[in-house]
């Protein structure tokens, strides 16, 4: 590792093996960060780091976002490696869908430790680079948490409660120089949502005032302007990527 590359800016993205994970990856090393990929999946992360290139730019960090040593532990390996984070994308998530009554307090834990505890474990590891090098996070929440829907009940609480933390925490450590923000993608063709019957999404894509679902790198460019220079004075803002979502009144068009 050359001096060079030490001095570089590095962003640590978690959930980096596919979707908006994947093209937040792509957009902060075309940006010219070096990027710290962490997830799961190693054969992901390594194609990740392939796409954005190579090991001069990328290092691939396995691990589970619900072990608390594992990510310490991968978090110290980026200090040593990189030498530093400017940037933390928080993107690792889940979801799951049933009546309220059917809910198991199994699967309410399970997607909360990754959905919101594994923010607060990454987040607390990567802060003191964070605050030495006034940095800034950018959290990947949902419209499902800005509101209620039928049968998402677990999934709307875990990313309401990321909304929240990031009001909280932008609040915090705004006099310390660190921004926190967040942006709350609407439906987004990735694998995670592959496998929603044809019905439901065409109902998704009526909803929305642009007729599609997002790209990936739609919502990775939004999250690389909340972490970089361009948005310098803005901290605390839900940003929806929604194509129009939240304008909408709900109301049918008029005949």
């Not at 642009?210 to 310098?232: H, K, N, W, Y």
Request: contains cysteine; charged residues 20%; proline residues 5%.
């Amino acid at each position: 590792m050359t001096r060079d590359s030490r001095s570089s800016r590095v962003a640590l993205i978690t959930g980096a093996g596919s979707g908006i994970g994947r093209a937040t990856a792509h957009r902060l090393a075309a940006d010219g960060y070096r990027v710290a990929l962490l997830g799961r999946r190693r054969n992901a992360l390594d194609e990740t780091a392939t796409e954005v290139g190579g090991t001069d730019r990328a290092m691939v960090l396995p691990c589970d976002v619900t072990d608390v040593a594992a990510v310490r532990a991968a978090v110290a390996t980026v200090l040593d490696t990189f030498g530093r984070i400017d940037v933390l994308v928080n993107n690792a998530g889940i979801s799951a869908t049933a009546p309220f009554a059917e809910v198991t307090l199994d699967r309410w834990r399970q997607v909360m430790a990754v959905d919101v505890e594994a923010v607060v474990t990454v987040t607390q590891a990567a802060l003191p680079s964070l605050l030495d090098h006034r940095g800034s996070v950018v959290n990947v929440a949902s419209l499902a948490g800005l509101g209620g829907d039928p049968k998402m009940t677990i999934y709307n609480a875990a990313k309401g409660a990321v909304v929240n933390l990031t009001r909280s925490l932008a609040v915090e450590l705004a006099a310390q120089g660190v921004r926190v923000n967040t942006v709350a993608p609407s439906l987004t063709t990735t694998d995670a949502t592959a496998d929603i019957p044809d019905a439901d999404r065409a109902e998704f894509i009526r909803r929305i005032p642009m007729g599609r679902a997002a790209e990936p790198a739609e919502v990775a460019d939004v999250i690389a302007f909340l972490a970089g220079p361009d948005s310098r004075f803005v901290t605390g803002v839900v940003l929806p990527v929604d194509g129009g979502v939240r304008a909408s009144s709900g109301q049918p068009p008029h005949r």
